[in-house]
């Protein structure tokens, strides 16, 4: 009898132990996003004819993050294209044959000059013709793998820290608010650009509050109009979230279409109990 209690004792442990191993690998609350260059190329075992290209991970965190990292979960650190299970082989399989999940899964080569090229194309083709052209990325091989290759202008990564989940915003130190705080869903915008909301960004160190000094840090709008919509009230803190979320949010209710096809599933609120639970 004490040997059975003690094995249903010692199985318990086991448990108990294995649970409290699962809940400190729980969904990090930031994950760390590389800045500056890095060096793309494939597998040491692959022999390819092209050099290594050096992609500058910077000038791209002005799109949403699932634009490329398209199978990310949102949750946890983003993995390679070429981790296994995703674009792992170097070239498209055979097309004779019997259909396999291989074909179905782009190669390195088709994920990347998909993705990559297919963006700088449509780049190209909505800005001719037009009276203000940005400059888009390479088209020709050579712009993204050039005749040779230095290691050492490869990889000059730094990285700053972002925030997953929920973000609480509260009213700035100083301000008797009459409304709760607002439990933003930070995860759920990822499929935005990021300088949609942080328009001043520079995409090179964290992301300092809306309501930094200097920035949307005016805590009282103009005593004559206090409306968000009046050019003097552009540094009102109220002015930066209301104007960014709830002009999103109309936006968003008008394209309902869009809406249901993106991570959010549903309607964001546009009433003021949506965002501040009273």
């Not at 809940?23 to 260059?37: F, N, S, Y």
């Amino acid at each position: 009898m004490k040997q059975s209690f003690l094995c249903i004792f010692c199985i318990l442990i086991i448990f108990t132990t294995k649970g409290s191993f699962l809940l400190a690998e729980e969904t990090p609350d930031q994950i760390q996003v590389p800045v500056g260059t890095m060096t793309l190329q494939a597998p040491a075992h692959f022999q390819t004819k092209k050099t290594p290209v050096i992609f500058e991970h910077s000038t791209h965190l002005k799109f949403s993050c699932m634009a490329c990292h398209h199978d990310w979960d949102r949750s946890g650190p983003v993995e390679g294209c070429m981790t296994s299970g995703c674009h792992e082989q170097l070239m498209p399989a055979p097309p004779t044959g019997k259909r396999t999940q291989d074909k179905k899964i782009p190669s390195i080569t088709g994920a990347y000059h998909m993705a990559c090229r297919g963006c700088h194309r449509e780049q190209l083709s909505q800005n001719m013709g037009g009276k203000y052209t940005p400059p888009t990325g390479p088209i020709a091989c050579e712009g993204c793998h050039p005749g040779t290759f230095t290691a050492s202008e490869g990889d000059a990564l730094d990285s700053f820290d972002l925030p997953l989940g929920n973000i609480t915003i509260d009213p700035p130190e100083g301000v008797d608010a009459k409304r709760a705080s607002v439990d933003f869903p930070h995860t759920l915008h990822f499929d935005q650009d990021c300088q949609v909301c942080h328009h001043d960004w520079d995409a090179t160190q964290d992301i300092e509050n809306c309501t930094t000094s200097g920035c949307h840090d005016e805590l009282e709008p103009e005593k004559s109009n206090r409306s968000i919509n009046n050019p003097n009230n552009s540094m009102y803190f109220l002015t930066a979230y209301h104007k960014a979320c709830l002009g999103c949010h109309m936006d968003l209710k008008k394209q309902k279409e869009m809406l249901l096809e993106s991570a959010m599933g549903t309607e964001a609120p546009v009433r003021c109990n949506g965002c501040h639970n009273l």
